[in-house]
């Protein structure tokens, strides 16, 4: 069965400092790999995806991904923080031989972003 | 405005006494999911819907239903609510495809069973 670590549960940067959230999956084939962020009372939006290709992925707000199919990671990136990046963040796998839209979450990174 | 809405968006309610979280989304997407979200465990799905009248179980289906009777509405059904199912719920939605499509979430309803 497929699962998704994130083996930090609470994150603190400061503004204008750089950002890295570690994720790890285990899958036996290949997987398709989401990051979501949860602001404060709001649902979750997709930052990126990746399915194949490229396997430096950007996304939305600045973020960017490496999928490394050796350490089976998929960590997400910034290289300077905005207060406003203060949220929780998810990593999540798809299986393109499960049913394909069952997405397995991570735990969340909690980011607090002090001045 | 593409979005995908639930409601109620917070509930109180005791055990035992039947209710139903409405999501409904307006992008005409195929599939449906319900999550629920608790500290420490992340999002794990209940129930999701790959069409009108097709629906099948998450990960931790338990305690609930789900019907799929029209393409945007997909309920949520506590039939007799435990203080166990406590959480907060999202309902998503995405276009069909082979799970490279995005899912929309909606805003969450947060439930306390007392």
């Known amino acids: 069965a497929q699962s998704v670590t994130q083996p930090d549960i609470h994150i603190t940067v400061s503004e204008g400092a750089s950002l890295e959230l570690r994720c790890n999956y285990s899958?036996?084939?290949?997987?398709?790999l989401f990051w979501y962020v949860q602001s404060p009372g709001q649902g979750l939006q997709l930052l990126l995806k990746?399915?194949?290709?490229?396997?430096l992925v950007q996304g939305i707000k600045g973020f960017e991904a490496e999928f490394k199919r050796s350490q089976s990671s998929f960590n997400l990136r910034k290289p300077s923080v905005h207060w406003s990046d203060a949220a929780e963040y998810f990593c999540?796998?798809?299986?393109?031989?499960?049913?394909?839209?069952?997405?397995?979450f991570g735990a969340g990174t909690q980011v607090v972003v002090t001045p | 405005e593409a979005q995908v809405t639930q409601n109620p968006r917070y509930l109180i309610t005791v055990t035992g006494k039947k209710l139903t979280v409405t999501c409904s989304q307006n992008?005409?997407?195929?599939?449906m999911s319900w999550y629920r979200q608790d500290p420490g465990l992340g999002l794990r799905q209940i129930y999701y819907?790959?069409?009108?009248?097709?629906?099948d179980k998450g990960d931790v289906p338990e305690g609930y239903k789900v019907s799929r009777k029209e393409k945007r509405n997909f309920p949520l059904i506590l039939e007799s609510p435990s203080p166990n199912q406590t959480s907060l719920y999202f309902c998503?939605?995405?276009?069909?495809?082979?799970?490279?499509?995005?899912?929309?979430f909606g805003p969450g309803t947060r439930l306390l069973v007392l």
């Open positions: 999540a796998v798809a299986g393109e031989t499960d049913s394909w839209g069952k997405l397995q």
């Open positions: 990746y399915f194949s290709g490229d396997t």
């Open positions: 998503a939605s995405s276009l069909a495809g082979d799970g490279i499509e995005t899912q929309y």
């Open positions: 819907s790959m069409n009108v009248e097709v629906t």
């Open positions: 992008m005409n997407h195929e599939y």
């Open positions: 899958y036996g084939a290949t997987p398709y």
